[in-house]
């Protein structure tokens, strides 16, 4: 119709985005801030909340994607008589892309919700305020901590994860296809690199990081009741994992040409 | 410590919250804001405690305009006052004793010092005996005797109470009345709600509604 119609559509798309990452930037400069002088007690009960709390969640998914991935590559391993290599193939898939993108998404949605949802109901119920009347400071008292303590916790458990996948690919190797310990596990450590543990773990604390920024962000700019804690920790949920697939996109190439 | 307001607004957005608004609280006024839901009550109050930024106008505490001080003097002069929020906002996750020793933290009082004080302010309250509890076993009445407790523990010279006595029976609310006003003596008390209550009778009242606002001041500070 006119000339400004485009425009507009653009700044209508453009605003949330240019808006969403300023949020994003801003809860990662303060944390980092307040980094120095973190509150212990408050960084301990997080870790508590988010990270030994959700230990059989963490437990459940190693075990299931180490028997999955062992039972669907077995197939091909038979098939294309590489069955020595299985235990290579097995561990990288679950170090590489399973381990990593599995536990982000379900962590996204125990971690991140929580996470949010606890910021949300904070800010609505009017604490984080109350503390800014007392002259402390919301961020480093309460925010920062959380941001810690879930980036932090999803990388420890995700360390615990490929352990225990790695322990149920050698359990569901011998029984499903009759793979000695000796021969799974050998090649597992022959094959596999120092560097793909490093970059598996990298993976991994850019995607709690990336959770924790992206649940503390809907958290804080929660608004109203009952229906804005709902919302914000529906949001940490959604853009909690639609941040790890981009950024399992990005990193992936790079950590692969750096690392192997 | 001295507070007013000069032609202050504060907008939400398109909403206008506050339309010029004018007082002067010298030390030891009292004041009570009513008006129906909406009318910018907890939007006067945190304006006057610093906690939401003029649009327009000044707030100025002891004659400076809060926006001039420094981060530093800022905190001083917060220091001197006291709010129980609407939302009482205290930390389920802490025991009364430590929310209420909240507004101590990084004040660099010695362990027993802040014992001593939180002890004093529970005790102000008549909460000693559920000092180790958590809020969210507490009654509505206690809970909003924790939340003037923790205003209390810095011997605030300003004490602001959002609608201290919402959700509480009349004879709950009586005693709370009556312990606003003890504790208010030789400080400046602001109490905000939907009416006037018999048991909270304030030297100067003021009407603040959505619509219009008169002032109405019966004895003028
Ligand atoms: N943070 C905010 N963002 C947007 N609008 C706000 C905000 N705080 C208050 N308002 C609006 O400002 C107006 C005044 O709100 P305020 O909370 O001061 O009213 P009140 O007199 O305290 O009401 P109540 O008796 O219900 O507590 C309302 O219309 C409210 O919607
Ligand atoms: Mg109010």
């Known amino acids: ?260 | 410590m001295e507070l007013a307001t000069s032609h202050l607004v504060v907008d939400f957005g398109p909403h206008r919250a506050l339309d010029d608004v004018s007082l002067h609280f010298p030390l030891g006024s009292q004041l009570l804001l009513y008006g129906p839901s909406g009318g910018g009550k907890t939007t006067l109050l945190k304006a006057l405690a610093g906690l939401v930024l003029p649009t327009r106008g000044q707030v100025l505490w002891n004659g400076r305009d809060r926006l001039t001080l420094s981060r530093g003097e800022t905190r001083d002069a917060q220091a001197h006052m006291g709010m129980v929020f609407q939302t009482d906002a205290l930390f389920d996750t802490l025991t009364v004793e430590r929310n209420v020793a909240l507004p101590l933290e990084r004040k660099g009082l010695s362990a027993a010092a802040v014992e001593e004080k939180v002890a004093n302010a529970l005790a102000r309250v008549g909460l000693k005996a559920a000092a180790q509890k958590r809020p969210e076993h507490l009654s509505g009445g206690m809970r909003k005797r924790a939340g003037i407790a923790r205003a209390l523990v810095m011997e605030p010279w300003v004490l602001f109470a959002d609608d201290p006595l919402a959700g509480l029976d009349p004879e709950t609310a009586a005693g709370i009345s009556a312990l606003l006003l003890e504790v208010s003596h030789g400080r400046t008390l602001i109490a905000a709600m939907p009416d006037p209550h018999p048991s909270l009778p304030l030297a100067r009242t003021l009407r603040l509604t959505p619509m219009a606002r008169d002032v109405d001041n019966r004895s003028t500070a």
């Not at chain 1, 007690?41 to 075990?63: A, F, I, K, N």
């Not at chain 1, 039972?71 to 008589?81: D, H, K, S, V």
Request: with cysteine; hydrophobic share 55%.
């Open chain 1, 1 to 260: 119709m006119n000339t400004a119609a485009p425009l507009r559509t653009l700044g209508r798309v453009a605003l949330p985005g240019i808006r969403a990452a300023g949020a994003l930037t801003l809860v990662l400069a303060r944390t980092l801030r307040h980094l120095p002088h973190l509150s212990g007690r408050e960084c301990l009960r997080s870790l508590v909340l988010y990270g030994y709390q959700s230990l059989p969640l963490t437990l459940g998914v190693g075990t299931l994607a180490g028997a999955t991935v062992v039972l669907q590559a077995g197939i091909y391993a038979e098939r294309f008589g590489a069955r020595q290599y299985l235990g290579w193939a097995g561990g990288y898939a679950v170090l590489w892309e399973f381990g990593p993108l599995l536990l982000g998404l379900v962590m996204a949605g125990r971690v991140g919700a929580r996470n949010a949802a606890e910021l949300a109901l904070l800010k609505t119920n009017g604490q984080l305020e109350g503390l800014r009347g007392i002259s402390l400071d919301p961020f480093r008292y309460l925010v920062a901590p959380r941001v810690v303590a879930s980036a932090v916790a999803i990388t420890c458990l995700a360390t615990l994860t490929y352990f225990v996948a790695a322990l149920w690919e050698t359990v569901a190797a011998y029984f499903a296809l009759g793979l000695p310990a000796r021969v799974f596990l050998g090649s597992f450590a022959d094959m596999l690199r120092p560097n793909d543990v490093l970059g598996s773990l990298l993976k991994t604390a850019v995607f709690g990081t990336a959770i924790a920024l992206v649940s503390t962000a809907a958290g804080l700019a929660a608004q109203g009741g009952a229906r804005g804690v709902g919302r914000a920790a529906a949001a940490a949920v959604v853009f909690g994992c639609a941040s790890i697939f981009a950024l399992d996109f990005l990193i992936t190439p790079l950590l692969a040409r750096w690392l192997t």
